[in-house]
C-alpha cells in the first residue's frame, strides 16, 4: 500500500460484489489564481508540472493545464487531519484542503521551492509512515506538502497497514 494512502478500512461487504468498471478517469483541481503568471511560474516551471493545455476567452480570461501524474483522493477526519499536522509540522496548520506532491527528493525539492516564491511552514521531516515530507505555502493560497516514499514496497519494507493510520503526502 502507497503511504500517501491511510490503511484500508474494513471492505469486507465490498468484496462479496462485483468490481464496477471506474467511473472516473481523472480528477483534475481547478484553483482559482489572482496572480496567475506567478502561478503558473511556480507550478509548472519550479515544481515541474508539464503543460498539458492552455485556453483563453473573453475578458483575459485563461487558464493552464498541467500534468501532475497520478491523483488521489485523500479523505481524512479531523483527528487524522490533525495527525498529518502534528506529525509534520508540530502545531495545527492545515486549512480544509492541502494539495500533495510526491517527488525524488524532498530537500533538494523544498529549496528549489522556496527559492521560487514558497514560504517554508516546516522543513523536511521524516514520518513515521516512512516519508520525508516538508510543508509550505505556495502561490494560488495552496498550502502543499512535498513528499518522497523512504520505503518502497518492493524493497523489502513490510506492509505499510501496520503503521499509523497516515499518508506519505498529507
Do not use: C, Y
Request: glycine share 8%.
Amino acid at each position: 500500500m502507497a503511504a500517501d494512502s491511510p490503511a484500508p478500512a474494513d471492505s469486507s461487504a465490498l468484496a462479496d460484489s462485483p468490481a464496477p468498471a471506474p467511473a472516473v478517469r481523472q480528477l483534475r483541481l481547478v484553483v482559482e489564481a489572482t496572480d496567475h503568471e506567478a502561478a503558473v511560474a511556480f507550478f509548472r516551471d519550479a515544481l515541474g508540472l508539464p503543460e498539458e493545455a492552455a485556453f483563453s476567452g473573453e475578458g483575459d480570461a485563461r487558464v493552464v493545464i498541467l500534468d501532475a501524474g497520478r491523483a488521489t483522493l485523500e479523505i481524512a477526519n479531523p483527528a487524522q487531519k490533525r495527525l498529518i499536522d502534528e506529525v509534520e509540522v508540530g502545531r495545527q496548520v492545515a486549512p480544509r484542503i492541502r494539495v500533495a506532491f510526491e517527488v525524488d527528493d524532498t530537500e533538494a525539492t523544498t529549496t528549489r521551492l522556496v527559492a521560487a516564491g514558497a514560504s517554508e511552514i516546516a522543513p523536511p521531516t521524516r514520518t513515521p509512515w516512512q516519508s520525508l515530507n516538508s510543508r509550505l505555502d505556495a502561490p494560488a493560497g495552496l498550502q502543499i506538502t512535498i513528499f518522497q516514499e523512504l520505503l518502497r514496497p518492493d524493497e523489502g519494507g513490510g506492509t505499510r497497514d501496520a503503521e499509523p493510520e497516515g499518508d506519505g503526502d498529507s
